[in-house]
């Protein structure tokens, strides 16, 4: 068990930069939330979304590259370094922050009807601006859709301890995470929110999928290839995802609800998104076994032009993926002034990944410019949202 | 005196074609109207009774300010599309609408409500309020299965409503997990949901209706209402089976 762990592979992974890429032109166009293309998006078809693919490729990531500088610089150093993109990732979340307020100042400014007198009162936090601002300076006030980079910055927070002992006791570290998720069915704890509630992703919940992630980068994943490379293990996957399938029609078209057993629908119901249910959880983890299976790391696939795109925007995920919510506010605004259709969503939908991945592609260009291209060199920079740089 | 007359009709002609351009808009696909539990104690209130005493009870989202608003409010629209839809039968609308309260607040307030109306269907109009206020998903389910069980214990139909699709204001409230909560909750119960969610969902997306619109004037908040009262009835009208017999022929 105390056996160190082999692997912080010196390569990149491109599987890592594609899924995670892939996952942040989801979670955009997820967030916008009258759009006819997210109909496309995996949270249709399964229990799982792209929210859970991003937390576990930044686990990963994060433990890819902190790991190998508290192997070789020691605890401090690395601590300090993560602290510094937590820090980071916190200055971009105000940021953001920031452009939400203007957004709900003009809305409140200019949007009047009286069928919606009850619903308007959600602008009344723009009558206590100092309550509000303080609140979401301490990220417990948080605007729809800006939960997962709080969750990420509590992650980071904890996340020196945990790397220290992935790298010594990786299972136990690991067991650790799991235990302390289990608990919480029982203990049911979260961090407060304002101005009422609780965090929508619980990061009591959420870190097993990040130290999951994580534990994998530091030889997990070999560990588990044993594992894997089993057909019953890949049939499993493949006998849970269609039965997820089948259990997300359901929600889609009510008529077929009748056909799913009440006694089911009493262990599965609520499917809860803020605890990582463990439907979810398991739902994720049959995506990636088989996605493992079917996509192996050394896949000529990942080097063909058509996948250069997710690729560049998952190596620049705290960019593009700031960028995203940015534009997802920015789309959703779009449409709400022009009252517009399918269409106007569809071409929406395609210019902000269009935005994304041109953003991607100059952030590619300016640090190759500087001397820190993100593909050929193994040297640690900061991690991407915990991890892309490396 | 024909002048007068003609006055009259005109304004009996512009009426009629209000109310049918009314109704005209209010058309909702069945697939929205769920009528999957009967409404059996509605049914035996107007086939042994002939009247209807119905409870509305709910949060700001269930009346309309400005003149004469609650005239205009779905409740009263709901009140006059049953009496046209099923004559010859009593029918009772009363309201006991508070701004702000959320659900847990109503749920406490129900006893109090069922022993004074005594009503046959009481209509649960839900959830705004506990968005707005964050209210934890957990906590609202709870408090709507209180509040249903009080409904249950008196003997009394429910007809749980959820929130208004409201697009402008969609990116600051999250209103979906509420009304995921309210789904699950009359699934598990067997309670009827009025999905007032998707059916105006519906008619901004079939253009019927704009409610990207930002204006200080009321016409469309009164069409809505009128349309909700209307998709409402018939929802009562579809699951207590009232539409058989006799009154198919009053019709």
């Known amino acids: 068990m105390a056996s160190p762990p082999q692997a912080i592979t010196g390569e990149r992974d491109l599987r890592l930069d594609l899924f995670r890429g892939v996952a942040l032109w989801l979670i955009f166009l997820d967030h916008i939330p009258e759009n006819i293309v997210n109909w496309f998006t995996i949270r249709n078809y399964g229990f799982s979304d792209a929210t859970e693919i991003f937390i576990f490729i930044s686990g990963y990531t994060a433990a890819f590259v902190y790991g190998r500088t508290m192997r070789d610089r020691g605890f401090v150093l690395s601590s300090a370094r993560i602290l510094r993109r937590a820090w980071q990732i916190y200055v971009a979340h105000i940021f953001l922050f920031t452009i939400f307020m203007a957004e709900i100042a003009y809305v409140a400014a200019t949007f009047d009807n009286p069928l919606y007198a009850e619903e308007m009162k959600i602008l009344d936090f723009l009558k206590q601006p100092d309550v509000t601002i303080f609140q979401a300076l301490l990220l417990k006030f948080k605007p729809v859709n800006m939960d997962v980079l ?241 | 005196m024909t002048f007068v007359m003609a006055i009259l009709a005109t304004i009996a002609f512009v009426n009629g074609a209000a109310a049918a351009t009314a109704a005209e808009e209010c058309d909702v696909p069945e697939s929205l109207i769920s009528a999957e539990t009967d409404l059996t104690r509605v049914a035996n209130e107007i086939s042994d009774h002939h009247r209807l005493d ?123 997990s509420y009304a995921d909560v309210m789904r699950w909750v009359a699934e598990q119960r067997g309670v009827l949901l009025f999905d007032r969610l998707a059916i105006m969902r519906y008619w901004s997306d079939a253009g019927i209706f704009d409610l990207y619109t930002a204006t200080s004037g009321y016409a469309m908040a009164h069409r809505v209402h009128e349309c909700i009262g209307r998709a409402l009835a018939s929802q009562i009208i579809s699951a207590g089976h009232l539409d058989a017999g006799k009154l198919q022929t009053t019709r």
Request: aromatic share 12%; hydrophobic share 50%; glycine share 8%.
């Open chain 1, 150 to 390: 709080p969750l990420y910055i509590a992650l980071l927070l904890l996340f020196p301890p945990m790397l220290f002992l992935l790298l010594r006791y990786p299972n136990f570290a690991l067991a650790g995470s799991a235990a302390v998720y289990a608990l919480n069915w029982k203990l049911d704890f979260n961090l407060p929110a304002y101005p009422n509630g609780v965090w929508y992703f619980n990061p009591f919940a959420w870190q097993l999928l990040f130290v999951f992630g994580a534990w994998c980068a530091l030889g997990g994943a070999q560990r588990l290839s044993v594992v894997l490379r089993s057909h019953i293990v890949l049939w499993l996957a493949v006998v849970y995802l269609v039965f997820a399938f089948v259990i997300t029609l359901t929600w889609h078209f009510e008529s077929l609800d009748r056909f799913v057993p009440v006694l089911l629908k009493d262990v599965m119901y609520p499917v809860d998104k803020t605890n990582l249910d463990v439907l979810r959880f398991a739902h994720f983890l049959a995506l990636a076994a088989v996605t493992v299976r079917f996509v192996p790391r050394d896949w000529s696939g990942l080097n063909s032009a058509i996948l250069q795109p997710a690729i560049r925007c998952g190596q620049h995920s705290l960019e593009v993926f700031c960028l995203g919510v940015f534009l997802a506010f920015a789309g959703q605004f779009i449409i709400a002034e022009s009252s517009g259709g399918p269409l106007l969503q569809t071409a929406i939908s395609l210019l902000g990944i269009f935005i994304m991945i041109g953003t991607a592609y100059l952030i590619s260009w300016y640090k190759g410019m500087e001397g820190r291209s993100p593909v050929p060199r193994v040297k640690t920079r900061d991690a991407d949202l915990a991890g892309g740089e490396a």
């Open chain 2, 54 to 176: 119905i409870s509305v009870v709910g949060s700001g989202s269930s009346v309309l300010s400005g003149p004469d608003g609650p005239h205009f409010a779905y409740p009263a629209q709901l009140e006059q599309v049953l009496k046209e839809r099923l004559p010859g039968n009593e029918i009772k609308v009363t309201v006991h609408i508070q701004a702000r309260q959320v659900t847990a607040d109503m749920a406490a307030a129900l006893p109090k409500i069922l022993s004074e109306d005594q009503p046959t269907l009481v209509i649960w109009q839900a959830g705004t309020v506990d968005a707005l206020r964050g209210v934890e998903p957990e906590e609202f389910r709870t408090s709507l299965d209180q509040g249903l069980d009080v409904v249950a214990g008196a003997n009394a139909d429910a007809i749980m409503m959820n929130m208004q699709y409201s697009p402008r204001t969609e990116s600051m409230l999250n209103v979906s």
